[in-house]
């Protein structure tokens, strides 16, 4: 079955048996979204909280706590590292951000000691969007990690979508690079840096998808725009994944998109040995559920 909305996802991880570990769950929010797919079959979760914590905070929304494993720690600090290790030593599928901050959140899977970002891999950001007026699943790098990529970190932001997009079952899926134009200006970097790439894609330096760039934001997912516009691309109007120049742009866009088009999206952390599920504390519990779904769909 092609997978072309979130809910399809279900479909790839319903009884399957994976589990979410969760540092510091003590918000409705977290509760709710989890409570949700476990009440579906679509995982099961172990919360690391505090007691009290917690179970004024069940008992506040009428949360069912039995659903949960649940392990009582003293503190934040305590709280990730027992979540990130319940990670790194298998007894969890993925990591997901509770109430937790996202500073400490990131320092504990960047801990070179029990942490699950292996040396040298880079640390990214993929957000999975289902847009109403879009026909299909979007994925989008970076809006929430790296300030401004590089050139090597474009590119490896997408070989993670495509081996993302690929454990998704989207077979050669094709990469909008966006900048503010569709040609190559010696006075915006960003241009320079879509072309040398959608150059390196054309060498065969990039494999497994097909790229193109730099193309702006109306050419990535508007066929119309592109034929106004005399754009050949194969990629025009059709993107399944776009790079963003940086993360003021990523931020922006995907906010839009959310707010006034009334999309539901699912974000999660790329390069650690495992998906890890950062969202804010302020994201519905659509947002957080879907990220879960996203995450747990291209876990081991």
Same mark, same amino acid.
């Given at each position: 079955?092609?997978?072309?909305?979130?809910?399809?996802?279900?479909?790839?991880?319903? +009884?399957?048996?994976? #589990?979410?570990?969760?540092? $510091?769950? /003590?918000?409705?929010?977290?509760?709710? =979204? *989890?409570?949700?797919? !476990?009440?579906?079959?679509?995982?099961?979760?172990?919360?690391?909280?505090?007691?009290?914590?917690?179970?004024?905070?069940?008992?506040?929304?009428?949360?069912?706590?039995?659903?949960?494993?649940?392990?009582?720690?003293?503190?934040?600090?305590?709280?990730?590292?027992?979540?990130?290790?319940?990670?790194?030593?298998?007894?969890?599928?993925?990591?997901?951000?509770?109430?937790?901050?996202?500073?400490?959140?990131?320092? +504990?899977?960047?801990? #070179?000691?029990?942490?699950? $970002?292996? /040396?040298?891999?880079?640390?990214?950001? =993929? *957000?999975?969007?289902? !847009?109403?007026?879009?026909?299909?699943?979007?994925?989008?790098?970076?809006?929430?990690?790296?300030?401004?990529?590089?050139?090597?970190?474009?590119?490896?932001?997408?070989?993670?979508c495509v081996?993302?997009?690929?454990?998704?079952?989207?077979?050669?899926?094709?990469?909008?690079?966006?900048?503010?134009?569709?040609?190559?200006?010696?006075?915006?970097?960003?241009?320079?840096?879509?072309?040398?790439?959608?150059?390196?894609?054309?060498?065969?330096?990039?494999?497994?998808?097909?790229?193109?760039?730099?193309?702006?934001?109306?050419?990535?997912?508007?066929?119309?725009?592109?034929?106004?516009?005399?754009?050949?691309?194969?990629?025009?109007?059709?993107?399944?994944?776009?790079?963003?120049?940086?993360?003021?742009?990523?931020?922006?866009?995907?906010?839009?998109?959310t707010h006034?088009?009334?999309?539901?999206?699912?974000?999660?952390?790329?390069?650690?040995?495992?998906?890890?599920?950062?969202?804010?504390?302020?994201?519905?519990?659509?947002?957080?559920?879907f990220s879960?779904?996203?995450?747990?769909?291209?876990?081991?």
């Open positions: 079955m092609a997978i072309k909305h979130l809910e399809d996802l279900y479909t790839l991880i319903k +009884g399957k048996g994976k #589990k979410v570990s969760v540092a $510091l769950g /003590e918000d409705a929010h977290t509760l709710e =979204a *989890l409570a949700k797919g !476990i009440s579906e079959d679509l995982f099961s979760a172990v919360i690391f909280a505090r007691k009290s914590v917690l179970q004024a905070e069940a008992k506040r929304h009428d949360i069912d706590l039995s659903m949960f494993d649940t392990i009582w720690v003293s503190d934040e600090l305590e709280a990730i590292e027992k979540s990130v290790k319940a990670v790194r030593e298998g007894r969890a599928n993925v990591l997901m951000k509770g109430s937790c901050s996202s500073a400490n959140y990131l320092r +504990g899977i960047l801990n #070179k000691e029990w942490g699950l $970002l292996p /040396e040298g891999k880079l640390l990214s950001h =993929a *957000l999975l969007m289902d !847009i109403p007026l879009y026909h299909k699943l979007l994925m989008a790098s970076d809006g929430g990690v790296i300030l401004k990529p590089s050139l090597e970190n474009k590119v490896q932001q997408i070989n993670y081996d993302l997009a690929n454990k998704l079952g989207i077979e050669n899926p094709k990469v909008a690079i966006i900048t503010a134009v569709e040609t190559v200006s010696p006075k915006m970097q960003a241009t320079i840096d879509a072309a040398a790439i959608a150059q390196m894609y054309r060498r065969g330096q990039i494999k497994n998808c097909i790229v193109d760039g730099p193309l702006a934001m109306d050419l990535a997912v508007s066929k119309e725009a592109a034929k106004i516009k005399h754009v050949d691309s194969l990629v025009a109007g059709d993107a399944d994944i776009i790079i963003f120049p940086d993360i003021e742009t990523g931020n922006a866009v995907a906010k839009a998109f006034l088009c009334d999309t539901v999206s699912g974000g999660i952390l790329v390069g650690p040995d495992a998906p890890c599920v950062l969202t804010s504390r302020g994201d519905s519990i659509d947002t957080k559920f879960i779904v996203f995450a747990i769909a291209v876990s081991k």
